[in-house]
């Protein structure tokens, strides 16, 4: 304000008309502008303090005039005075609470600058009597209306704004304009309840409250500037004089946008709820704290047999299994003394023609802010046929199992029996052609002997299918697949150096497979006496053994270099028995095909890839104890 005294100063001192001009109309307020400057202004302090404001404060014109205030400044500046002719007229102020403060001004110019003198309309020799209180009163008054979460918003007996506190100006996003009352609901964007539908001006609720003395419509949309939508609810009184008259209106806007949030949200959610209990293929039903039914689903009805309207006069227990009566009440009481949130367990009901339901029930309960219980939410799943279907299940295992052992029996009797007769066959074959010597190069006697002979291998061969699938009854343990590798493989030394046969175990060291003994050493045998006889001649064979842990199970690889199959024709007879795919006088088809089942008996699997003239190999997959 120092910078005011020094324009001031020398003005004031200089022309007695500016003196009386300030003197007579400056009771509120001085501004001094520099012409064709609008951005070089001072006002003095009586000015701050007419508007509320903190003396120390910098204060912008343009946010403390209305933008038609501004407009007049504008005017004032641009009007040439030669004469010394005053200039007068009315701008309004904005007050630091958020009402308007229309005051009267005269302007003069003086030189190169134009001094503005301002007093309020309003006559407030009241307020000058008791300066003091009434700034601590406006004070205490703005304090209030700026912190508190409500708008409010006031205006004279003309209808003119002059109160619109902090909230009211934050909902609305804009301040408050001296414009006409037909102007005010699309100005502040007010809107009715169903936000769509924009005010009448004889419905607006601050000036239904100053011309009827009531509210018609309480509720109301505010679409801020910044595209927020605030739901409002609103009441209001008038405003009286000292001698009773009308003087204005307020009202007090109370933001419910969040509470009707919550609202459509718990509209949607019961909503949502109801769809769900009443359409749900499971039973439902709600309950009382007493196990009295006072809500049920057709579910429930169709599952127990009895109509809602019978269940709603029933207590659970009435339609309880009575072997399930005595844990159920100990359940519901534990329920009801918040020893346990919900319940989940297997139950039987009595239907209504006698027959029992078995369900799985799931309890939850509803309390209210006190922890108090309110009632229950029951969920039962029908388990009857489940039930039935696990019986069955036993039953037919049971069967099953007596058969296996039936099966057993008789494929001990079986391979007894054959090898007795095919044994009898060739010593009987045995005996004759030592009997006649002769006879040994006889045709028949040599298709008899080769024929007994390959009845006495299929023999052993089907002996060892037989019993593949039973021996799985003995435990799987673990076994070291290097290790099983490595000492399988010792026993075909000869044979692997005979035929040049470079072995590599790449097999990581720690990895056990859940396997038999004796199945798998069969398995690697099998794939390496096969790696020597299907070798090809045009390069050294090579035979190489790899695995790696998956998520499942052990993959072990076996690759070799030979001859290959042409899996487009055999792939599907690759695992058959005595399929044979080479013109190998050795080949059999029995290898492949035992493998496959001893492999497959013990929980794993066989993959192959294949091409001819350059090699194949062999994927097992193995289990392996993951504890």
């Not at 408050?176 to 102007?183: K, L």
Request: glycine share 6%; charged share 25%.
């Amino acid at each position: 304000m120092i910078d005011f005294i020094k324009v001031a100063h020398p003005i004031i001192s200089e022309n007695a008309q500016v003196f009386q001009l300030i003197q007579e109309n400056g009771l509120h307020g001085v501004i001094i502008c520099k012409i064709n400057k609008h951005d070089e202004y001072w006002y003095n302090p009586k000015l701050v303090h007419s508007l509320g404001y903190n003396t120390e404060r910098e204060l912008s014109l343009q946010k403390i005039i209305s933008p038609e205030g501004n407009g007049e400044i504008k005017r004032i500046l641009k009007t040439p005075d030669d004469f010394g002719e005053i200039l007068t007229g009315e701008i309004n102020f904005l007050h630091s609470k958020g009402f308007l403060i229309p005051m009267t001004y005269k302007s003069l110019q003086v030189g190169e600058h134009v001094v503005i003198a301002f007093k309020k309309i309003s006559d407030f020799s009241h307020i000058e009597n008791n300066a003091e209180l009434n700034f601590q009163r406006e004070q205490l008054l703005g304090t209030v209306l700026d912190t508190i979460n409500i708008g409010v918003i006031a205006c004279d007996s003309k209808g003119k704004l002059l109160l619109f506190n902090k909230a009211a100006k934050k909902w609305h996003g804009l301040p408050p304009q001296n414009i006409p009352q037909t102007e005010y609901a699309k100005y502040y964007n007010l809107y009715e309840a169903d936000g769509k539908t924009l005010f009448k001006t004889e419905e607006i609720p601050l000036l239904n409250m100053l011309q009827e003395g009531i509210i018609r419509k309480k509720k109301m949309i505010i679409h801020s500037v910044k595209g927020k939508k605030r739901a409002v609810v609103v009441n209001g009184a008038r405003l009286f004089d000292k001698n009773e008259n009308i003087s204005g209106a307020v009202i007090a806007m109370y933001d419910v946008s969040e509470l009707e949030q919550i609202e459509n949200q718990l509209a949607i959610s019961e909503t949502m709820f109801r769809g769900t209990f009443e359409n749900a293929v499971d039973g439902m039903a709600i309950s009382d704290v007493n196990g009295n039914f006072t809500a049920i689903n057709e579910s429930l009805c169709q599952m127990v047999g009895y109509s809602a309207g019978e269940l709603k006069k029933m207590n659970f227990l009435e339609i309880t299994h009575p072997e399930d009566i005595e844990d159920d009440l100990k359940v519901m009481k534990e329920l009801l003394n918040s020893e346990r949130e919900n319940v989940h367990k297997e139950k039987r009901f009595i239907n209504k023609n006698g027959s029992t339901v078995h369900v799985l029930l799931s309890v939850s309960i509803v309390k209210d802010h006190k922890l108090n219980p309110l009632y229950m939410i029951a969920q039962m799943s029908d388990l009857t046929e489940l039930k039935s279907a696990q019986e069955e299940n036993v039953r037919m295992l049971g069967i099953t199992k007596e058969q296996n052992e039936r099966l057993k029996n008789f494929a001990n009797i079986v391979a007894h029996n054959l090898r007795s007769n095919s044994g009898n066959i060739e010593m009987l074959l045995d005996i004759y052609t030592e009997e006649h010597p002769e006879t040994k190069e006889d045709e028949v006697i040599k298709m008899a002997l080769t024929a007994s002979n390959k009845l006495k291998e299929t023999i052993v061969d089907l002996n060892e299918v037989a019993f593949i699938n039973m021996s799985v009854s003995e435990k799987l343990i673990p076994i070291n697949l290097k290790k099983s590798v490595t000492n399988t493989l010792e026993s075909l030394n000869a044979l692997t150096k005979k035929a040049n046969l470079r072995v590599f175990n790449l097999i990581p060291a720690h990895l056990e497979v859940l396997s038999l003994p004796a199945y798998l050493e069969s398995i690697i045998l099998n794939f390496a006496t096969n790696a020597i006889k299907y070798r090809s001649l045009e390069r050294d064979p090579i035979l190489r053994f790899e695995a790696q842990k998956r998520e499942e199970n052990i993959e072990l690889s076996i690759e070799d270099n030979g001859i290959g199959i042409d899996l487009k024709k055999f792939e599907k007879n690759l695992f058959g028995m005595y399929k044979t795919f080479h013109h190998n006088e050795d080949a059999k088809g029995i290898g492949l095909f035992i493998t496959k089942n001893q492999i497959e008996a013990m929980g794993g699997k066989i993959e192959v890839k294949s091409e001819v003239n350059k090699g194949t190999t062999f994927t097992i997959f193995f289990k392996y104890d993951k504890q």
